[in-house]
């Protein structure tokens, strides 16, 4: 019984998501990075001039359940220089929703409120570390940081999602924050479906959010 192999990869600028090159273009593959094993596949694809996470896998199974609609996705673009209001009036005429990636500060919330954003991010990753570190009391300073932008956000019929380094535990701890309307936690429950199953660890994280 062959054993199927998964990874995630950080796919730079200027490499083609494919191991081979029909067109003859003078572009990195994704051979050129790792000695993969035969019959890996990409599961999905990013654009040449794009950069970002990449899961491949020897399993062809895996990859049409990912790509498939019982999966959602959500997708992060990074844009040049500072955005415009102008700039966030077009997605939105578009029915585009625009969320804003903050640190939980006051004032980041009011410049997106000044912006016109539909949700803010509060960035987790300065609190996940500090748990990791066991700092008590900075751990409790990070959370009510955490927790009084979020409830000043809610307040100004902004939506309020938090990420970046969440995984059982912080998620588990911030979920007392009820202004928190959604959790992104992608990075961490695909990692973790590599070792233990992609439908387990969902589970999982359902019943620490509910």
């Known amino acids: 019984m062959s ?8 796919k730079p600028f200027g490499t083609i998501s494919q191991f081979v090159n029909p067109n003859k273009r003078r572009k990195k593959l994704l051979g ?9 596949m990409a599961i999905g694809r990013l654009d040449v001039n794009s950069e970002g996470l990449l899961l491949l896998t020897t399993d062809g199974k ?5 790509r498939s609609k019982k999966i959602e996705k959500e997708y992060y673009v990074q844009v040049d220089g500072n955005i415009t209001k102008e ?3 077009k997605l939105k005429k578009n029915n585009i929703k625009v969320s804003l990636f903050i640190d939980p500060k006051i004032k980041n919330v009011e410049q997106a409120l000044k912006l016109n954003a539909d949700n803010i991010e509060l960035h987790t990753g300065t609190y996940c570390n500090l748990l990791n570190n066991k700092n ?16 000043f956000a809610k307040k100004n019929n902004l939506g309020v999602h938090c990420g970046h380094g ?39 994280f359902t019943k620490i959010i509910n």
């Not at 054993?3 to 950080?10: A, D, L, S, V």
């Not at 008590?136 to 409830?151: D, G, P, R, Y």
């Not at 309307?181 to 199953?197: A, C, K, P």
Request: proline share 1%; aromatic share 14%; charged share 30%.
């Open 166 to 204: 969440l995984n059982y535990l912080s998620a588990k701890k911030l979920k007392k924050i009820k202004e928190i309307l959604e959790f992104n936690i992608g990075h961490f429950i695909i990692s973790d479906s590599i070792f233990f199953g992609l439908t387990k660890v969902i589970k999982n």
């Open 87 to 89: 700039a966030i009036k």
């Open 3 to 10: 054993t199927h192999k998964h990874f995630i990869f950080h």
């Open 62 to 66: 895996m990859s049409e359940f990912i």
């Open 136 to 151: 008590k009391k900075k751990i409790n300073l990070e959370f009510e940081k955490i927790k009084k932008t979020a409830v």
């Open 32 to 40: 050129e990075h790792y000695d993969f094993p035969k019959k890996t």
